[in-house]
């Protein structure tokens, strides 16, 4: 056959064969949406990005570096402020082009409701620009100037971590651009006043520069590079403006590139497993087709390029048509992941043509490998093998199939049990892939693995006196290939679901346990936006408080010594005072003693020890939350870092390196006998919230799962994609079976024996995925759970695997009942001489 002959045989085929290649338009279509969805969340993890309000009006901002550069990688991100010198607002001032140079200082307040404000000096109002819709500009230390409802002369009291000041509204202002509505309020106060609030010294924000008439943002942003050459700044405009106005956006872009690396390869990996799935299913009941096509002088290169000619006239338009409806997942993905709070509301994501062409392309290729692979068996046979093949289904596997598996399923166990010899990141990440190896080699070892399920549960079946028992026990054991086609996607979603919903619940269990464990003090102190050190040291001078611990929390980059392609990670921190930690705080200290824990110093879990590579007495380069860089000396390591954070600091130097210089909470110990005083002196403390151990341990949960809910979120849509798999593939095994069903029935078989038949080998097939699923996650949570606890038990909620079970058997039921349904209602004799 010439390649015009292929291309018109092709097409004659798709239209004689449309139940099989509509499967494998769903797939690939399907394989396409979720891949150009997650190709717009990864886009906008790099174009994506936040609208500037208050800097709206400025021509160029001016802010120190917010990121690592990191070589080969991802950027990463500073979760603090990097501050600018003072000094550089008259340095700037000065430049041709620049008719101002305005610095910028925020600071967090809170009114007595709890809702947060963002204090700016007055001046800075020209960046927005804020002009007065009534009253006047704030002149008195209490005096402010409202950006919401209202009106002047009012009286509010507003707290700056805890304590609080009254002050007079004097004025209310606009923003040309609307404020947004799910972040904190602005409020703005003198100049002095923020002066007295703004805890880094000789230290601002933000510089924002006012162009003269004439001269363009670039070129009067170059100009300032060049005068501050000195000092380490960045420069903003247009849409970057956004991106220095509000943190949390460059962070959220960071989060969607790990989020989506981290599940890109899992996603990928299902598609190419469900579109080979489906085209092998779907060549495997083409083989008589085949057969004869070989025994009349096709040749392997023919029928190789017969079926590659089929895949993509189908795929093609499949993978084409697929990928629009991704940009809208996209978008449900957006505002999930919002309420979960790793996106900010008003982030935008980034659309451009580049995910949809990355989607057509990935799936494209995807459908033609898998043909390629799918093509190999009916290709190569002899012409004698095929036709004998087209009526008998092959009863084993081939040997590089087998040695394949075994190997795959090797790899998988023994990746599992790394935590049991390493510890840290590594050996949980070695863990966690162990599960993709055990599906790998579940799918290539399927024949063989359903074929002894059924040894085992066909005798007993053969042996029984119902005819729809015997007839399921010879159809299971004659056709293990098309068995394990059924019983392997449903395997494959028991164990994607089990591994990932109960590796965070281990993981949340264990970090819970060591928080629980570890807080010794009788209670946890917090406020709406922090403590400070003034609010700090009144709690502690209250007699009936023996310790008093400030916490604040924060994060740290470590990038290894690896040579040409170094790797940065961040870890968390926690700043504590090694004085007051004995009674408030056990991190299960292993080497070494928290009390020598001073500036110059750190104290590391034993799983950042191992990750990188230190040991007591050796020093570490860090980078602090706004990226200073210290390098301090090991002086303790300790065994609950999960719960409280892998980097310990004195509390004063993490405090330093915030952005709003607050402690996050405080452990207060109670004078012996007087827990019960001193928590009622501290609630009617205003502007503070005091829990007990207890409670705070339970709050830290409820946090833990609302993180978890972004795994879930991104899971729930691979299951989704693997969900219509599963029905596609048993819908397809089933509905070719009609000349079977009407054999049966022209031989005696009753509508009710052949229906009888199906429940029974839906039973087997839902059974076998059942355990085979289960199996298959077991591995790699109880390697999991061994590296977060030590133990290798992870926690499973029994309601949640039941769902899961429930959820899988109910649809792999109903997938086969309905095509079985449909040939049933067929006449038997017009049935059997429909074509194969």
Same mark, same amino acid.
């Given at each position: 056959m010439h390649s015009t002959g292929v291309r018109a045989l092709a097409r004659a085929n798709i239209r004689q064969q449309r139940g099989g290649f509509a499967a494998m338009f769903v797939a690939v279509f399907c394989a396409a949406l979720l891949t150009c969805a997650l190709g717009v969340l990864f886009e906008s993890g790099i174009r994506g990005g936040v609208e500037s309000h208050r800097y709206a009006g400025a021509d160029v901002i001016i802010g120190g570096p917010q990121t690592l550069e990191v070589r080969e990688d991802v950027d990463q991100p500073y979760v603090e402020r990097a501050l600018l010198p003072a000094i550089a607002v008259s340095e700037l001032a000065g430049l041709p082009g620049v008719r101002a140079a305005i610095a910028d200082m925020s600071v967090p307040l809170t009114t007595d409701t709890g809702a947060t404000l963002d204090a700016h000096g007055w001046s800075s109002a020209a960046l927005a620009p804020y002009t007065l819709t009534a009253g006047r500009a704030p002149e008195a230390p209490d005096e402010v100037v409202v950006t919401g409802d209202a009106a002047p002369g009012a009286r509010i009291m507003l707290r700056h971590g805890g304590i609080g000041s009254e002050y007079t509204v004097?004025?209310?202002?606009?923003?040309?651009?609307?404020?947004?509505?799910?972040?904190?309020?602005?409020?703005?106060?003198? !100049?002095?006043?923020?002066?007295?609030?703004?805890? $880094?010294?000789?230290?601002?924000?933000?510089?924002?520069?006012?162009?003269?008439?004439?001269? !363009?943002?670039?070129?009067?942003?170059?100009?300032?590079?060049?005068?501050?050459?000195? $000092?380490?700044?960045?420069?903003?405009?247009?849409?970057?403006?956004?991106?220095?106005?509000?943190? !949390?956006?460059?962070?959220?872009?960071?989060?969607?590139?790990?989020?989506?690396?981290?599940?890109?390869?899992?996603?990928?990996?299902?598609?190419?497993?469900?579109?080979?799935?489906?085209?092998?299913?779907?060549?495997?009941?083409?083989?008589?087709?085949?057969?004869?096509?070989?025994?009349?002088?096709?040749?392997?290169?023919? &029928? $190789?390029?017969?079926?590659?000619?089929? &895949?993509?006239?189908v795929a093609g338009i499949a993978a084409v048509l697929g990928v629009w409806p991704g940009f809208a997942v996209a978008g449900v993905l957006r505002a999930q992941f919002t309420e979960a709070g790793v996106l900010p509301s008003d982030f935008a994501l980034a659309y451009g043509p580049v995910p949809a062409l990355v989607g057509v392309a990935l799936a494209l290729a995807t459908a033609r490998i898998a043909a390629a692979i799918a093509a190999r068996r009916p290709a190569r046979l002899d012409p004698t093998e095929a036709l004998r093949e087209s009526a008998v289904e092959p009863g084993t596997i081939g040997r590089g199939r087998l040695v394949t598996g075994l190997a795959f399923a090797a790899g998988g166990l023994a990746t599992s049990v790394l935590p049991a010899f390493l510890p840290g990141q590594a050996a949980l990440a070695g863990a966690g892939s162990s599960a993709v190896l055990l599906v790998i080699s579940v799918a290539l070892l399927g024949p063989r693995l359903v074929s002894a399920a059924v040894a085992r549960l066909g005798g007993p079946m053969r042996r029984s006196s119902s005819p729809a028992l015997a007839l399921a026990a010879a159809n299971t054991g004659a056709r293990a290939r098309r068995l394990a086609a059924a019983i392997t996607p449903l395997a494959l979603a028991i164990a994607i679901a089990s591994v990932q919903l109960f590796t965070q619940s281990t993981i949340s269990g264990a970090a819970g346990d060591q928080s629980r464990r570890g807080l010794t003090a009788d209670l946890v102190v917090t406020g709406a936006a922090g403590l400070s050190p003034a609010t700090v040291d009144e709690i502690a001078s209250n007699p009936a408080v023996r310790e008093a611990n400030p916490i604040t929390r924060s994060q740290a980059l470590y990038t290894s010594d690896s040579g040409d392609a170094p790797t940065t990670k961040p870890y968390p921190v926690q700043g504590i005072d090694p004085r007051a930690s004995a009674s408030t705080l056990d991190l299960d200290v292993r080497e070494g003693d928290l009390?020598?824990?001073? !500036?110059?110093?750190?104290?590391?879990?034993?799983?950042? &020890?191992? %990750?990188?590579?230190?040991?007591?007495?050796?020093?570490?380069?860090?980078?602090?939350?706004?990226?200073?860089?210290?390098?301090?000396?090991?002086?303790?390591?300790?065994?609950?870092?999960?719960?409280?954070?892998?980097?310990?600091?004195?509390?004063?130097?993490?405090r330093a390196h915030t952005t709003d210089a607050m402690a996050d909470v405080l452990l207060v110990t109670a004078q012996p006998g007087r827990v019960d005083e001193l928590r009622e002196s501290l609630e009617a403390t205003p502007g503070v919230a005091v829990a007990d151990r207890a409670e705070f341990a339970s709050a830290g949960e409820d946090e833990r799962r609302t993180q978890s809910w972004v795994s879930i979120v991104a899971l729930a849509v691979l299951l989704g994609y693997l969900a219509v798999a599963v029905v596609n593939t048993l819908v397809l095994a089933t509905a070719e079976r009609g000349r079977e069903f009407a054999l049966l029935r022209l031989v005696g078989a009753s509508h009710r024996q052949v229906r009888s038949m199906m429940r029974v080998e839906s039973v087997i097939v839902v059974s076998v995925a059942a355990v085979v699923g289960s199996l298959i996650a077991l591995p790699p949570l109880a390697g999991i759970a061994g590296a977060v606890s030590g133990?290798?038990?992870?926690?499973?909620?029994?309601?949640?695997?039941?769902?899961?079970?429930?959820?899988?058997?109910?649809?792999?039921?109903?997938?086969?009942?309905?095509?079985? $349904?449909?040939?049933?209602?067929? %006449?038997?004799?017009?049935?059997?001489?429909?074509?194969?």
């Open positions: 004097v004025g209310v202002a606009g923003a040309p651009t609307p404020e947004p509505t799910d972040r904190a309020g602005t409020v703005l106060v003198s !100049d002095a006043r923020i002066g007295q609030l703004w805890p $880094h010294g000789d230290q601002v924000t933000t510089i924002g520069l006012l162009a003269e008439d004439g001269v !363009d943002a670039s070129t009067l942003a170059a100009r300032a590079r060049a005068q501050l050459a000195g $000092h380490d700044v960045r420069t903003y405009t247009g849409d970057a403006r956004g991106d220095v106005e509000y943190l !949390d956006a460059g962070a959220a872009r960071n989060e969607l590139i790990m989020l989506c690396g981290s599940f890109a390869g899992l996603a990928i990996l299902i598609a190419m497993f469900v579109v080979a799935s489906t085209l092998s299913l779907s060549i495997q009941q083409r083989r008589r087709e085949f057969a004869l096509l070989r025994a009349m002088g096709a040749t392997p290169g023919q &029928v $190789h390029r017969l079926i590659g000619s089929e &895949v993509l006239l009390t020598r824990l001073t !500036d110059g110093t750190v104290a590391l879990s034993l799983d950042a &020890v191992f %990750d990188m590579g230190t040991d007591m007495g050796e020093t570490v380069p860090l980078r602090l939350g706004d990226g200073t860089l210290i390098t301090p000396t090991v002086v303790a390591t300790y065994g609950r870092g999960l719960g409280f954070g892998d980097v310990t600091l004195p509390a004063g130097q993490v133990r290798p038990i992870p926690n499973i909620s029994p309601v949640t695997y039941g769902a899961i079970i429930a959820a899988t058997v109910v649809l792999g039921l109903v997938a086969i009942a309905i095509p079985t $349904h449909a040939a049933l209602r067929q %006449d038997p004799v017009e049935a059997i001489g429909t074509r194969e």
